[in-house]
């Protein structure tokens, strides 16, 4: 089993930033792809971008640019440094585990954590 925490949502102004972290306990995440996912009210769930086992990485194209995922497997730990924030950014973003390589369906994900709230204010 693996846990996840997401963590660093907040009130950001248009233009501003953040930084996600996704804290991983239970196991290491070296052997699991890592993803971000987010969630705006009375939307699906929506692929924002994902890290393979090597570091690459791959992105939804509407956050391609201002977004990126690193990983530090030593801390199990990913992260999603959101740049350049737009109200429609707006949601609740998971991050998700998955054996072995990256998917940008959400129902492949074996583990979720439980989510962060982020809100861009215009």
């Known amino acids: 089993q693996v846990q996840l925490v997401e963590s660093g949502g907040g009130l950001v102004q248009a233009g501003g930033s953040l930084r996600l972290s996704c804290a991983a306990s239970?196991?290491?995440?070296?052997?699991?792809?890592m993803a971000w996912f987010r969630q705006a009210p009375g939307k699906e769930r929506q692929f924002v971008g994902g890290?393979?086992?090597?570091?690459?990485?791959s992105y939804a194209d509407s956050v391609e640019g201002r977004f990126t995922i690193s990983r530090d497997n030593d801390k199990n730990t990913v992260y999603l440094q959101m740049n350049s924030l737009k109200p429609e950014d707006t949601a609740v973003y998971y991050c998700?585990?998955?054996?072995?390589?990256?998917?940008?369906?959400?129902?492949?994900?074996?583990?979720w954590g439980q989510g962060t709230q982020v809100t861009v204010s215009s």
């Open positions: 890290i393979s086992l090597s570091g690459s990485t």
């Open positions: 239970g196991r290491t995440l070296s052997s699991y792809a």
């Open positions: 998700a585990a998955r054996w072995r390589a990256v998917a940008t369906i959400s129902p492949y994900y074996d583990y």
